[in-house]
């Protein structure tokens, strides 16, 4: 059964303070390892798709990477705008283009 | 920019009563989704569409029904509401092929009394 896990729960940074978010995932055959920021009351944002291990996406202060195993959400210097919870989930060979959620990170920019 | 809108934003119905989500998107999009979304669980599927007049079930279907007449539209239909089915609903859309994100709308609050 696919699974993503996503570390930690909950994050709270003073702004400026860089940090990293985890999502480690058993998918089959991965196609497609996907990262979301949701706001509250939203629907999840489309950030970044990862294909392959060692690729690496940036946007703004957010830079997304993959390994065969895990993913990260590196934050550099965040403000408080970033504050959001960010999803991170995968798509699988065996899927028909399903996506597996991660339960997400819920992060905090303090001013 | 995509946008995917879902009819109501919150939604107050009874046990029993059949209850209709609507969702369209304005992308010509042929794969559509169903998700419910519950704290600490996460999002999970509960049909999809790839095409009019097609759906599949997810991972969750059951106490739930969909509809695709058209490419645009796609309906989540709870056949006799039931308290446990009090949460978030959320509609997604995507082109089909490898690595195509999925676009959301903004989600139904939805509360069976």
């Known amino acids: 059964e696919d699974q993503v896990t996503q570390s930690p729960e909950a994050l709270r940074l003073q702004e400026g303070e860089s940090s990293s978010l985890n999502c480690s995932y058993t998918?089959?055959?991965?196609?497609?390892l996907f990262w979301y920021r949701q706001d509250p009351g939203k629907g999840p944002e489309f950030l970044f798709t990862?294909?392959?291990a060692g690729e690496e996406k940036e946007k703004e202060r957010l830079k997304a990477t993959l390994t065969k195993k895990e993913s990260f959400l590196h934050i550099t210097a965040p403000k408080p705008e970033d504050s959001a919870t960010y999803l991170c989930?995968?798509?699988?060979?065996?899927?028909?283009?399903?996506?597996?959620f991660g339960t997400g990170t819920r992060l905090t920019i303090i001013p | 920019d995509v946008k995917v809108t879902q009819s109501s934003r919150y939604l107050v119905k009874r046990t029993g009563e059949k209850v209709f989500l609507e969702c369209v998107q304005d992308?010509?999009?042929?794969?559509m989704f169903w998700y419910r979304q519950d704290p600490g669980l996460g999002l999970r599927l509960i049909y999809f569409?790839?095409?009019?007049?097609?759906?599949e079930k997810g991972d969750i279907p059951e106490g739930y029904s969909v509809s695709r007449e058209k490419k645009e539209r796609f309906s989540l239909i709870l056949e006799s509401a039931s308290t446990n089915q009090t949460s978030m609903y959320l509609c997604?859309?995507?082109?089909?092929?490898?690595?195509?994100?999925?676009?959301f709308g903004d989600g139904t609050r939805l509360s069976i009394l």
């Open positions: 997604a859309s995507s082109r089909p092929g490898e690595g195509q994100p999925q676009h």
């Open positions: 998918v089959s055959g991965l196609r497609g």
């Open positions: 990862l294909y392959s």
């Open positions: 989930a995968g798509s699988s060979n065996f899927g028909n283009e399903k996506l597996t």
């Open positions: 992308m010509d999009h042929e794969n």
């Open positions: 569409s790839y095409d009019v007049k097609m759906k």
